[in-house]
């Protein structure tokens, strides 16, 4: 080997061992790599490190860290977890869970009113005899689209949790998760969630929509999380996942899929300023989404905010929105994308955006163009630069445009992130991601 070219291995793997002790370092209740020496020893204490993405301008997110010894509350169960976040006063909370906590425990069939029937509901509404042409909105509340209504409007009620200011919600240990809920982040201030596996609710009752498209399509409820009109939200160390209900394993009825989720986390409606930080997102399809609507009315409380940051997260089998977004000035660095066959495409360039996308890396499956990972809704520029895909250097936006010439993408987002900590190459992104992301990692 020649002596330059070896030298220059052999910095690469220095570099690369460093970085694996890095990842490992994060493994420690003080996840020292990205916390300051400072930071509380109790992770339910500490608070987002200064200059750790958007959540930290301003005020920065602190959560529940000052809550007092009476508004700590250990929960193991769904109605602990609810009784802890109703609680009554502004003071701070800390709510640390333990083991894993189930919203929909009894099933499905809890929720539905006195006659509903799903075999019915498929029986009335069979395009073969309903048709395509007209849509459910009209239909009694005796009839089967009724009952629909009236079950799922029971769910809603049951498995929507508000998380109110001042919180911290942290899991404790290694297996620390909630199933089945739908966390509300809504019209509050100073959120942190970290350290939980968060499966996705299931909606149990989709309402068939036939004039969805040209075929008709199920349409379902429930974010994981929904950050809606709030401030200073830090997600550090989750795992979001699909877990016993994959969208590979649902069934088809007229023809399309039975999708029961929504998104694993929404941003919309004025929220702003939210940090993501060494989270796993797996086994789902519409992920992220950053503004949900593209109307006038919606424009005008998302302008000038829904700013996030992602950095250190590892999305894996997804198909889509990781993030889409729309309006926000969302930078996305130091991310690692594994896509599979399903995949559609990872960055939605949306109305008014400003993504900036830096030093990340992708693992595309075979066949996969790195054509695919940004996708145009709406002309909007954006920065993308310094990422590789498996293992190589791409021009995303480049690629983009020679080969999907009709939604041409111009370069430069108009604003340079200035809210960032570590920056790691991408080439040690990958490791760092694996050893250090998800849930379970902070003790």
């Given at each position: 080997?020649?002596?330059?070219?070896?030298?220059?291995?052999?910095?690469?793997?220095?570099?690369?061992?460093?970085?694996?002790?890095?990842?490992?370092?994060?493994?420690?209740?003080?996840?020292?790599?990205?916390?300051?020496?400072?930071?509380?020893?109790?992770?339910?204490?500490?608070?987002?490190?200064?200059?750790?993405?958007?959540?930290?301008?301003?005020?920065?997110?602190?959560?529940?860290?000052?809550?007092?010894?009476?508004?700590?509350h250990t929960v193991t169960d769904w109605e602990e977890l609810t009784a802890a976040l109703a609680e009554g006063g502004d003071a701070p909370r800390i709510i640390k869970v333990k083991g894993t906590i189930d919203a929909v425990a009894e099933g499905c069939d809890a929720f539905a009113v006195p006659g509903y029937d799903f075999d019915a509901y498929l029986e009335a509404y069979d395009p073969e005899t309903w048709g395509r042409d007209r849509d459910l909105t009209d239909e009694p509340d005796d009839s089967p689209e009724g009952l629909r209504r009236a079950s799922a409007a029971?769910?809603?009620?049951?498995?929507?949790?508000?998380?109110?200011?001042?919180?911290?919600?942290?899991?404790?240990?290694?297996?620390?998760?909630?199933?089945?809920?739908?966390?509300?982040?809504?019209?509050?201030?100073?959120?942190?969630?970290?350290?939980?596996?968060?499966?996705?609710?299931?909606?149990?009752?989709?309402?068939?929509?036939?004039?969805?498209?040209?075929?008709?399509?199920?349409?379902?409820?429930?974010?994981?999380?929904?950050?809606?009109?709030?401030?200073?939200?830090?997600?550090?160390?989750?795992?979001?996942?699909?877990?016993?209900?994959?969208?590979?394993?649902?069934?088809?009825?007229?023809?399309?899929?039975?999708?029961?989720?929504?998104?694993?986390?929404?941003?919309?409606?004025?929220?702003?300023?939210?940090?993501?930080?060494?989270?796993?997102?797996?086994?789902?399809?519409?992920?992220?989404?950053?503004?949900?609507?593209?109307?006038?009315?919606?424009?005008?409380?998302?302008?000038?905010?829904?700013?996030?940051?992602?950095?250190?997260?590892?999305?894996?089998?997804?198909?889509?929105?990781?993030?889409?977004?729309?309006?926000?000035?969302?930078?996305?660095?130091?991310?690692?994308?594994?896509?599979?066959?399903?995949?559609?495409?990872?960055?939605?360039?949306?109305?008014?955006?400003?993504?900036?996308?830096?030093?990340?890396?992708?693992?595309?499956?075979?066949?996969?163009?790195?054509?695919?990972?940004?996708?145009?809704?709406?002309?909007?520029?954006?920065?993308?630069?310094?990422?590789?895909?498996?293992?190589?250097?791409?021009?995303?936006?480049?690629?983009?445009?020679?080969?999907?010439?009709?939604?041409?993408?111009?370069?430069?987002?108009?604003?340079?992130?200035?809210?960032?900590?570590?920056?790691?190459?991408?080439?040690?992104?990958?490791?760092?991601?694996?050893?250090?992301?998800?849930?379970?990692?902070?003790?």
């Amino acid at each position: 080997m020649n002596v330059h070219v070896w030298q220059g291995h052999a910095r690469r793997v220095g570099v690369l061992a460093g970085c694996t002790g890095l990842a490992l370092a994060l493994t420690g209740t003080a996840a020292q790599a990205h916390t300051p020496a400072h930071a509380h020893r109790d992770p339910a204490r500490q608070v987002l490190p200064a200059g750790d993405g958007w959540a930290a301008h301003g005020t920065g997110t602190t959560g529940g860290a000052a809550a007092r010894a009476a508004r700590v509350h250990t929960v193991t169960d769904w109605e602990e977890l609810t009784a802890a976040l109703a609680e009554g006063g502004d003071a701070p909370r800390i709510i640390k869970v333990k083991g894993t906590i189930d919203a929909v425990a009894e099933g499905c069939d809890a929720f539905a009113v006195p006659g509903y029937d799903f075999d019915a509901y498929l029986e009335a509404y069979d395009p073969e005899t309903w048709g395509r042409d007209r849509d459910l909105t009209d239909e009694p509340d005796d009839s089967p689209e009724g009952l629909r209504r009236a079950s799922a409007a029971r769910q809603d009620t049951a498995i929507k949790v508000h998380v109110p200011s001042d919180t911290t919600i942290i899991g404790v240990g290694r297996n620390a998760a909630i199933k089945g809920a739908s966390l509300q982040i809504k019209d509050v201030d100073n959120v942190i969630v970290r350290n939980l596996t968060l499966e996705s609710p299931v909606d149990c009752f989709p309402q068939w929509d036939p004039t969805d498209g040209d075929l008709g399509n199920w349409n379902s409820e429930y974010d994981t999380v929904v950050v809606h009109n709030s401030a200073h939200v830090w997600l550090d160390h989750n795992t979001f996942t699909d877990g016993a209900h994959p969208d590979s394993a649902a069934p088809t009825h007229f023809g399309m899929l039975y999708q029961q989720h929504d998104g694993e986390l929404d941003i919309v409606r004025g929220a702003n300023y939210v940090t993501a930080s060494w989270n796993v997102f797996t086994e789902h399809d519409k992920t992220i989404l950053i503004g949900n609507s593209d109307s006038e009315s919606t424009a005008v409380g998302d302008r000038g905010k829904l700013k996030a940051t992602f950095h250190h997260n590892l999305f894996d089998g997804l198909t889509e929105r990781t993030p889409r977004v729309r309006f926000g000035q969302v930078d996305v660095y130091n991310n690692h994308f594994k896509a599979g066959s399903g995949y559609g495409y990872s960055f939605g360039v949306g109305k008014e955006s400003q993504l900036v996308a830096e030093h990340n890396a992708f693992t595309l499956a075979k066949g996969i163009s790195p054509a695919k990972i940004l996708k145009r809704w709406n002309d909007a520029p954006l920065t993308a630069r310094h990422n590789l895909v498996d293992g190589r250097p791409v021009d995303l936006i480049a690629v983009h445009n020679a080969e999907v010439p009709e939604e041409t993408l111009r370069s430069g987002a108009g604003w340079t992130p200035t809210l960032r900590r570590a920056v790691h190459p991408a080439w040690a992104v990958p490791v760092l991601v694996r050893l250090g992301a998800g849930a379970g990692r902070l003790g």
